[in-house]
T-cell receptor, first 113, second 113 residues
Framework: AQSVTQPDIHITVSEGASLELRCNYS??????LFWYVQSPGQGLQLLLK??????LVQGIKGFEAEFKRSQSSFNLRKPSVHWSDAAEYFC???????????FGQGTELSVKP | GAGVSQSPSNKVTEKGKDVELRCDPI?????LYWYRQSLGQGLEFLIY????????KSGLPSDRFSAERTGGSVSTLTIQRTQQEDSAVYLC???????????FGPGTRLLVL
């Protein structure tokens, strides 16, 4: 069965520091992968996606992610975190039935000044 | 353009009552998804529509939950005889088709007393 694991439930970084959020997936075929961000009381906003092609994908707000098939990973990175990046981040893979998304448990990001 | 909208934004109901949650997808999007977000269970898929038909209802937790979509547009999720464990945020998403990027609405926060 497909699954997504985000090993870090909560991460705190200093403003201006770099960030990496981990995501591992379990999927038999080539996965379609997403990162979404959710601010408190808000819906989910798409940060970036990987369908095929270049394994390093660029997203909005200065985020990028790298697909590594050998490690079954799709980690999210940002070189310099801003206080407004504090939110919850979800990694997701498209399931093999009907396109439903299978989400990881989420990583809550706190940013200290 | 207009995004996915959901109503009501908040709903408080008494145990045993029925509730209806509405989703207006992005115009022209043929696929529509319902998800539930709760503290203990994270983000869970409920049901998927392609047009007016629902090929995948596998995520509906019990027969108290049902959904329909009319005119290939608006969808209603109905929960009958609500229970306290139904308290959650119900998110709707739409996409151009299967395995396309899903765009999420702001959600309906349901509280069952």
């Amino acid at each position: 069965a497909q699954s997504v694991t985000q090993p870090d439930i909560h991460i705190t970084v200093s403003e201006g520091a770099s960030l990496e959020l981990r995501c591992n997936y379990s999927y038999g075929a080539t996965p379609y992968l997403f990162w979404y961000v959710q601010s408190p009381g808000q819906g989910l906003q798409l940060l970036l996606k990987y369908f095929s092609g270049d394994t390093l994908v660029q997203g909005i707000k200065g985020f990028e992610a790298e697909f590594k098939r050998s490690q079954s990973s799709f980690n999210l990175r940002k070189p310099s975190v801003h206080w407004s990046d504090a939110a919850e981040y979800f990694c997701a893979v498209v399931g093999n039935q009907g396109g439903k998304l299978i989400f990881g448990q989420g990583t809550e990001l706190s940013v200290k000044p | 353009g207009a995004g996915v909208s959901q109503s009501p934004s908040n709903k408080v109901t008494e145990k045993g009552k029925d509730v209806e949650l509405r989703c207006d997808p992005i115009s022209g999007h043929t696929a529509l998804y319902w998800y539930r977000q709760s503290l203990g269970q994270g983000l869970e898929f409920l049901i998927y529509f392609q047009g007016n038909s629902a090929p995948d209802k596998s995520g509906l937790p019990s027969d108290r939950f049902s959904a329909e979509r009319t005119g290939g547009s608006v969808s209603t999720l109905t929960i009958q005889r609500t229970q306290q464990e139904d308290s959650a945020v119900y998110l709707c998403a739409s996409s151009r088709g299967m395995v396309e990027t899903q765009y999420f609405g702001p959600g309906t926060r349901l509280l069952v007393l």
